[in-house]
């Protein structure tokens, strides 16, 4: 969990994932698409810049927010797979939880 400022300037990020194929060779980001998007970009907005890896974060009200990228093979269109971040944007200086866990009866986190 990132905790940040609701007046933290602009932040640059990069997307960066491991995906390999069927036989466990490396899939290039040349054969892959990948969209992100913001639970709620009243609290952060992500954009991608223009070669799909790469963006900025801003951070506006404060709340919570999570931030999924969507990780899909570009021939097909059919999704690989996802993984996020999770943001607490405050009003004051930030303060932070010390752990925490949920868990999902039966399932397995990757």
């Given at each position: ?53 790469s963006g ?9 927010a999570s931030i ?43």
């Amino acid at each position: 969990m990132y905790v940040v400022r609701n007046d933290q300037p602009d932040v640059p990020f990069t997307i960066d994932a491991v995906v390999l194929d069927s036989e466990g060779e490396a899939v290039g980001n040349d054969r892959l698409n990948f969209s992100i998007q913001s639970s709620d970009s009243d609290v952060v907005s992500v954009a991608l810049d223009d070669g799909g890896v790469s963006g900025t974060a801003h951070f506006g009200r404060s709340g919570t927010a999570s931030i999924v990228v969507s990780v899909s093979a570009r021939s097909t269109g059919e999704i690989i797979g996802s993984f996020g971040a999770q943001f607490t944007v405050t009003t004051g200086d930030p303060s932070r939880i010390s752990g925490g866990t949920i868990r999902f009866e039966g399932l397995t986190e990757s």
